[in-house]
């Protein structure tokens, strides 16, 4: 099992920037595939971006390919999503996700986060 806990969620204006990091428990961290989603007040969830298993392959939403940039450290158990140019749009929380598959399904992940508020004001 994999317990994931979000930190790094904020209030910050168009245009800034934001790094959410996601800490994962257990000696198993590398065998997952780890995803971002968000989820936004009366929205349903949505896949934000995902990395495999070594870390060689990412996938992107359309919504943030290019301004978000997803990378793991399996060393340290840790997945990052760094934001960048960031708009009001990306207002949700924003939950990281261990699963099988790198798919933009939330079905395919098995554990989650609490997930962190990330706020962009225009």
């Known amino acids: 099992q994999v317990q994931l806990v979000e930190s790094g969620g904020g209030l910050l204006q168009a245009g800034g920037s934001l790094r959410l990091s996601c800490a994962a428990s257990?000696?198993?961290?590398?065998?997952?595939?780890m995803g971002w989603f968000r989820q936004a007040p009366g929205k349903q969830r949505e896949f934000v971006a995902a990395i495999s298993r070594s870390g060689g392959s990412t996938y992107y939403a359309d919504s943030v390919n290019g301004r978000f940039t997803i990378s793991r450290d399996n060393a340290k158990n840790t997945v990052l999503l760094q934001m960048n140019s960031l708009k009001p749009e990306d207002t949700a929380v924003y939950y990281c996700a261990a699963g099988r598959l790198a798919s933009t399904s939330p079905n395919y992940y098995d554990y989650w986060g609490q997930g962190t508020q990330v706020t962009v004001s225009s």
């Open positions: 257990g000696r198993t961290f590398s065998r997952y595939v």
